[in-house]
């Protein structure tokens, strides 16, 4: 079965061109060039994956991720934000903040944009299974397959990539794992084109945030290195 995918963006040129190169490569599309309405898409159509241009009048593309990730019923939807203007580190970190998968900046070649559609949807397919047990840490449960968190019995709202670097923190405790290994394994970054701890310093510093005191201080930074969870 073709994978659906949401495009969103109020360049309607652009937005009719991926639409045909993605329906000719294997890809069911469906479309809309307002964020509003993308969000009852979502909610409705129950896409494999959106792609939303960052800057659209009203609900632009950060927003539109950020209440994506944050409603339970599409939550578990991967994003991909393109953008023609905002592509600087600043703008980068706050779309990975906001809860995406992925970045682009305009323009792209459009084999590129169907790779990076295809390498998301391998992360998310080769996600936990269903049977695979919670992580329990002292003050905190951990549930690959329902991918859900919570502290002192309440649940925490994490965003995906911070939800995937506490699992592989958890999983590897005690180990120090590198900025390098944690952008290729969590983001999925090729290392030769992007290489920037900000994102995993700003993930780090806003999972402490989530995870209270305690937990926090169990999240150490190894200076010139990366993190461990002890």
Same mark, same amino acid.
């Given at each position: =079965?073709?994978?659906?995918?949401?495009?969103?963006?109020?360049?309607?040129?652009?937005?009719?061109? =991926?639409?045909?190169?993605?329906?000719?490569?294997?890809?069911?599309?469906?479309?809309?060039?307002?964020?509003?309405?993308?969000?009852?898409?979502?909610?409705?159509?129950? $896409?494999?994956?959106?792609?939303?241009?960052?800057? =659209?009048?009203?609900?632009?593309?950060?927003?539109?991720?950020?209440?994506?990730?944050?409603?339970?019923?599409?939550?578990?939807?991967?994003?991909?934000?393109?953008?023609?203007?905002?592509?600087?580190?600043?703008?980068?970190?706050?779309?990975?903040?906001? /809860?995406?998968?992925?970045?682009?900046?305009?323009?792209?070649?459009? $084999?590129?944009?169907?790779?990076?559609?295809?390498?998301?949807?391998? %992360?998310?397919?080769? /996600?936990?299974?269903?049977?695979?047990?919670?992580?329990?840490?002292? /003050?905190? +449960?951990?549930? $690959?397959?329902? %991918?859900?968190?919570?502290?002192?019995? %309440?649940?925490?709202?994490?965003?995906?990539? +911070?939800?995937?670097?506490? &699992?592989?923190?958890?999983?590897?405790?005690? %180990?120090?794992?590198?900025?390098?290994?944690?952008? +290729?394994?969590?983001?999925?970054?090729?290392?030769?084109?992007?290489?920037? $701890?900000?994102?995993?310093?700003?993930?780090?510093?806003?999972?402490?945030?989530?995870?209270?005191?305690?937990?926090?201080?169990?999240?150490?930074?190894? &200076? /010139?290195?990366?993190?461990?969870?002890?």
């Amino acid at each position: =079965m073709h994978k659906k995918i949401l495009l969103v963006d109020d360049d309607r040129k652009l937005l009719d061109v =991926m639409r045909i190169y993605l329906e000719n490569h294997e890809f069911s599309v469906i479309f809309t060039d307002n964020g509003s309405e993308a969000l009852l898409l979502a909610r409705d159509s129950k $896409p494999d994956l959106i792609v939303t241009d960052a800057e =659209m009048p009203g609900l632009d593309g950060f927003e539109l991720c950020r209440s994506i990730k944050t409603t339970r019923a599409t939550a578990g939807i991967p994003v991909i934000i393109i953008s023609g203007k905002k592509v600087r580190d600043i703008d980068l970190v706050s779309g990975y903040d906001k /809860g995406a998968d992925d970045y682009l900046a305009k323009p792209f070649a459009f $084999p590129v944009l169907a790779a990076k559609i295809n390498a998301v949807l391998r %992360r998310y397919c080769a /996600g936990p299974g269903p049977g695979q047990d919670k992580i329990k840490e002292e /003050g905190l +449960e951990l549930n $690959p397959a329902a %991918r859900t968190v919570k502290i002192a019995g %309440r649940p925490a709202a994490l965003t995906r990539k +911070e939800f995937d670097l506490l &699992t592989l923190l958890i999983e590897k405790k005690g %180990r120090v794992l590198s900025v390098p290994y944690l952008l +290729e394994t969590v983001w999925g970054y090729d290392l030769g084109t992007y290489n920037n $701890p900000r994102t995993v310093e700003t993930h780090i510093s806003s999972l402490r945030k989530k995870l209270g005191v305690k937990l926090a201080a169990r999240l150490v930074t190894v &200076t /010139g290195y990366g993190y461990r969870f002890e």
